[in-house]
């Protein structure tokens, strides 16, 4: 098993920043891409942004300019940046990991953090 513990989120005006931490422990050897998905009231999950263990990236496009996305492979540990935050950006913030299993991608989630903007 694959435990998520996400960290950093909080309330921020239109405009701020703020930086969320993911890092990953337990059963952590083979753990591929990891990301940031996010959950707005009455809305869907979605992604914000990932990045695989050999660090290619994807940006949702939201978001594309104003977040970026690291990772530590050894720490198995993944940060979001995210800049010029607007009140839009308001969601539960999901650390998510994936690793291949037996043939099968599983995907682990972590609890979520929430991230305010607002004036």
């Known amino acids: 098993q694959v435990q998520l513990v996400e960290s950093g989120g909080g309330a921020v005006q239109p405009g701020g920043s703020l930086r969320l931490s993911c890092a990953a422990s337990?059963?952590?050897?083979?753990?591929?891409?990891m990301g940031w998905y996010r959950q707005a009231p009455g809305k869907q999950r979605e992604l914000v942004a990932e990045i695989t263990s050999g660090g290619r990236t994807n940006y949702a496009d939201p978001v594309k300019g104003r977040c970026t996305i690291s990772r530590d492979n050894a720490k198995v540990t993944v940060w979001l940046q995210m800049n010029l935050l607007k009140p839009e950006d308001t969601a539960v913030y999901y650390c998510?990991?994936?690793?291949?299993?037996?043939?099968?991608?599983?995907?682990?989630w972590g609890q979520g953090t929430q991230v305010t903007v607002s004036s």
């Open positions: 337990g059963s952590i050897s083979g753990i591929d891409t």
């Open positions: 998510y990991a994936d690793r291949p299993e037996w043939g099968v991608v599983r995907g682990y």
